[in-house]
């Protein structure tokens, strides 16, 4: 892995790949993991009678599609799946830590917003909840209580109420427990569209948000480019990073996980910082909103991975506190 060479793709394209950044052996307990939850609700699903059989000896992504066929699992993310132990040694593997500590530019990280996604074949009853339409995460954490993206031209206070996460950097990352391509799925970007700022967008009734404005329609707009990932790749992408996913035409599952990172509390801002904030947002604007927005997290301790620092100055990891299993 070139860090140096990822960071200029990240600061040109807005996303970079992180190739094999993790190993197939630290990702081994989190599949274990996913399976025990598949067949907790195997079990579940067989007591309540809307399964006929629990395909106990099928592969965990063919099990849970061979699942689906006989009743509608539709979800967009799986939280549960993804807390504990084996969570926490991803996020905080040294290499992956590493690298972000160079696309965010700070000398400390936080870390939130962890959840574990099976997109079901796209026969399955309910797998088009799984398909992303193109979208920049800062939607999601600037929508409203009716699921509008909020947008504010001018510099507001920030409140409990009315945090702007395109204010600030957020790092995303994708990961695959399986070798991905566009044919299951995998992940398809608009390169540059993190330079488009934060676009109005709103929340359908499946839970996916979508932009008021097609992306793929502007006049600028880049041809998609689909990421093919194998197994202990990492992608990073900005929080105003267009990016989305289509059917999977296979008939297993694709398994993934995603959190984001951000600068942790009171961090420093190292040299040569690679995705400089838009030049209408102030320093003092967006270490504002960063703080509020972590000390809102950090107050809500159900939320997946809300409130854990992984590195400190110096680049010590440090547990502020394991999301507990649910």
């Known amino acids: 892995m070139e860090t140096e060479s990822c960071r200029v793709e990240y ?10 950044v993790l190993t197939n052996e630290q990702l081994e307990p989190m599949r274990r993991r996913v399976a025990r939850e598949v067949d907790a609700m195997a079990a579940r699903l067989y007591e309540e009678e809307k399964i006929g059989e629990l395909h106990q000896h099928a592969p965990v992504g063919q099990r849970l599609a061979l699942l689906g066929a006989q009743t509608n699992l539709a979800k967009r993310s799986w939280s549960a799946a993804c807390q504990g132990e084996e969570l926490f040694h991803l ?11 160079r696309l965010l530019g700070t000398d400390t990280i936080h870390f939130h917003g962890a959840t574990c ?11 088009v909840v799984a398909e992303q339409p193109y979208h ?5 954490f600037n929508s409203g209580v009716d699921g509008a ?3 504010r031209p001018e510099s507001p206070p920030v ?9 600030f950097h957020i790092v995303s990352c994708w990961v695959p427990l399986s070798d991905t391509s566009v044919r299951n799925g ?6 540059g569209s993190h330079r488009w700022g934060l676009q109005p967008g709103q929340r359908g009734e499946d839970g996916n948000m979508r932009s008021i404005d097609d992306p793929l329609q502007r006049v600028d707009a880049p041809p998609p480019v689909a990421v093919d990932c194998r197994i202990g790749d990492v992608v990073c992408f900005s929080n105003l990073t267009y990016h989305g996913s289509g059917p999977n035409y296979t008939d297993s599952v694709r398994w ?4 984001r990172y951000s600068a942790g509390p009171g961090s420093v801002r190292l040299s040569d910082l690679p995705l400089r904030r838009p030049p209408q947002v102030a320093a003092s604007d967006e270490l504002a909103a960063r703080e509020a927005y972590i000390a809102r997290l950090q107050k809500q301790q159900g939320q997946v991975g809300a409130g854990m620092v992984v590195r400190t100055v110096c680049g010590r990891a440090v547990r502020a506190f394991l999301p507990p299993s649910l």
Do not use: H, M, N
């Open 91 to 101: 996020v905080t593997a040294p290499p992956l830590l590493d690298a972000v500590a």
């Open 11 to 20: 600061e040109e394209g807005g996303y970079c790949v992180l190739r094999g």
């Open 117 to 127: 996604r099976p997109k079901l074949p796209w026969r399955c009853p309910g797998a």
């Open 149 to 151: 993206v909020v947008l």
């Open 186 to 191: 995998g992940l398809q970007f608009l390169e």
């Open 136 to 140: 920049q995460d800062s939607q999601y």
């Open 159 to 167: 409140t409990e109420k009315w945090i702007d996460s395109s204010r």
């Open 256 to 259: 993934s996980l995603d959190w």
